[in-house]
């Protein structure tokens, strides 16, 4: 079992930016994927950013340029560097990772509210 833990949201100002981390425990050795996915409220839930185990890195065309994933070399850290942001990437952020076996996992989400 692989559990996700979020942390790093939280209400800025359109323009600012925000740092999310995803910390993934238990038999975390099989994760090959890991991504943010964010819902607002009434929408369906999106993917912002995916990173591979190989280094394969993709975005949404509305974060491009904004933000950026990462992980730690341990492969057991995802961040998310959130820059320039707007009132439309105000929404729950969760975390997903992948196993090898191609097993989903969630975080339980943390809020990011970017006031005008």
């Known amino acids: 079992q692989v559990q996700l833990v979020e942390s790093g949201g939280g209400l800025v100002q359109a323009g600012g930016s925000l740092r999310l981390s995803c910390t993934a425990s238990?038999?975390?050795?099989?994760?090959?994927?890991m991504s943010w996915y964010r819902q607002a409220p009434g929408k369906q839930r999106e993917l912002v950013a995916r990173?591979?185990?190989?280094?394969?890195?993709d975005y949404a065309t509305s974060v491009v340029g904004r933000f950026a994933v990462s992980s730690n070399s341990a492969w057991n850290t995802v961040y998310l560097e959130m820059n320039t942001l707007k009132p439309a990437d105000t929404a729950v952020y969760y975390c997903y990772a992948e196993s090898q076996l191609l097993l989903p996992y969630w975080g339980q989400g943390t809020q990011v509210t970017v006031s005008t």
């Open positions: 238990g038999t975390h050795s099989g994760i090959i994927i």
């Open positions: 990173i591979v185990r190989n280094g394969t890195i």
